[in-house]
């Protein structure tokens, strides 16, 4: 396994220089483009890592997977979406086209960021502080890491630039489908984007997400089967946005990218497998995250098609 990992690292770290990080975001602009890393946790607990696997990051959009969890806890399957659709959109992960477009002004999936924003203001608790760290503390338990904390820094950067996301957040508000302070739950929305992670951390959510949310380290059941049945056909349909259709069919694992340079994976029944390379594909994809699990998918015949 180690030599395998290895030499898909060696694989993806050829692609790294077609791409570049998120400029957006200011602060994501400042990392190295050049750091490419991989954890691999089976679900049984064992692991392997190579690279720049011990790296902090952002998780940015890997969030989305866990605040979905949230929300379907807090308020139940039927009532996160009567407001949020099920389906692909084929466009950018921040476009506004479809919520003007389609009749029911509701986002398309909790994968893309108007579906997440409102996914956000379904979550509970007393104030968007209580919000947050119910939040964090998801996140240190399905990653088995209590130290996991944000970063200030990506958070006011992305606070004091996000218009896309505050635009898109105020259509929703419009047409009822967010409810509260629309700066309340973009206060939310980018500080779970601003988590700061490892591969290990993403690895060991994909590795939960693989065992049908048990841990594979305690053996505790964390999540509900039907959660992660959920959560993993979503990261199949939506997870890479409008390039989930060729992901599946090159790599063909669920996964879910972040703008921060992370990709977690989910091989069912197997492993989880998080990757880091922050130099970004025209979609907003980690390029040598991509080809890194496109090499170890295809010699590990990991697709589940
Ligand atoms: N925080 C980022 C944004 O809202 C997340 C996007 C992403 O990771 N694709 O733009």
């Given at each position: 396994?180690?030599?395998?990992?290895?030499?898909a690292i060696k694989?993806?770290?050829?692609?790294i220089?077609?791409?570049k990080p998120?400029?957006?975001?200011p602060?994501?602009s400042?990392v190295?483009p050049?750091q490419?890393?991989i954890s691999?946790?089976?679900?049984?607990?064992?692991?392997?890592?190579?690279?720049?696997?011990?790296?902090?990051?952002t998780?940015?959009?890997?969030?989305?997977?866990?605040?979905?969890?949230?929300?379907?806890?807090d308020?139940?399957?039927?009532?996160?979406?009567?407001?949020?659709?099920m389906e692909?959109t084929g466009?950018?992960?921040?476009?506004?086209i479809?919520l003007e477009t389609?009749?029911t002004?509701?986002?398309?999936?909790?994968?893309?960021?108007?579906g997440?924003i409102a996914i956000?203001s379904?979550?509970?608790?007393e104030s968007?502080?209580?919000?947050?760290?119910?939040v964090l503390?998801?996140?240190?338990?399905?990653?088995h890491?209590h130290s996991?904390?944000n970063?200030?820094?990506v958070?006011?950067?992305e606070?004091?630039?996000g218009?896309r996301?505050?635009?898109l957040?105020?259509?929703?508000?419009?047409?009822?489908?967010?409810?509260g302070?629309v700066?309340?739950?973009?206060d939310?929305?980018?500080?779970?984007c601003?988590?700061?992670?490892?591969?290990?951390d993403?690895?060991m959510l994909?590795?939960?997400?693989?065992?049908?949310g048990?841990?594979?380290?305690?053996?505790?059941?964390?999540?509900?089967?039907?959660l992660?049945?959920?959560?993993?056909t979503?990261m199949?349909?939506?997870?890479?946005?409008?390039?989930s259709?060729?992901?599946?069919i090159?790599?063909?694992?669920?996964?879910?990218?972040?703008?921060?340079?992370?990709?977690?994976?989910?091989?069912?029944?197997?492993m989880?497998?998080?990757?880091?390379?922050?130099?970004?594909?025209?979609?907003?994809?980690?390029?040598?995250g991509?080809?890194?699990?496109?090499?170890?998918s295809?010699?590990?015949?990991?697709?589940?098609f």
């Amino acid at each position: 396994m180690q030599e395998i990992i290895d030499r898909a690292i060696k694989h993806g770290w050829g692609y790294i220089g077609y791409g570049k990080p998120a400029a957006y975001i200011p602060e994501l602009s400042k990392v190295n483009p050049n750091q490419l890393g991989i954890s691999v946790i089976q679900i049984n607990g064992e692991n392997w890592n190579s690279g720049d696997y011990e790296a902090k990051f952002t998780i940015q959009s890997i969030s989305k997977t866990v605040a979905l969890i949230m929300a379907v806890v807090d308020r139940g399957a039927d009532y996160v979406f009567a407001k949020v659709g099920m389906e692909p959109t084929g466009d950018a992960f921040n476009s506004i086209i479809k919520l003007e477009t389609i009749k029911t002004a509701k986002p398309l999936n909790p994968m893309i960021n108007a579906g997440a924003i409102a996914i956000d203001s379904m979550i509970q608790g007393e104030s968007i502080d209580k919000k947050f760290e119910r939040v964090l503390d998801m996140f240190r338990r399905l990653c088995h890491n209590h130290s996991i904390g944000n970063s200030e820094q990506v958070y006011n950067s992305e606070k004091a630039t996000g218009f896309r996301n505050r635009a898109l957040a105020h259509f929703m508000k419009d047409s009822g489908i967010i409810e509260g302070e629309v700066e309340e739950v973009l206060d939310l929305y980018f500080k779970q984007c601003s988590v700061e992670v490892t591969c290990k951390d993403i690895a060991m959510l994909g590795a939960v997400l693989a065992g049908d949310g048990v841990s594979p380290v305690t053996g505790e059941r964390l999540l509900p089967r039907s959660l992660t049945r959920l959560v993993k056909t979503f990261m199949v349909t939506c997870g890479m946005y409008d390039a989930s259709g060729e992901f599946a069919i090159r790599v063909g694992l669920p996964a879910k990218s972040g703008v921060g340079g992370g990709i977690m994976a989910s091989v069912p029944g197997k492993m989880g497998i998080g990757v880091y390379g922050p130099a970004l594909d025209e979609k907003g994809n980690s390029i040598g995250g991509i080809k890194t699990l496109e090499y170890l998918s295809n010699e590990m015949d990991l697709s589940i098609f």
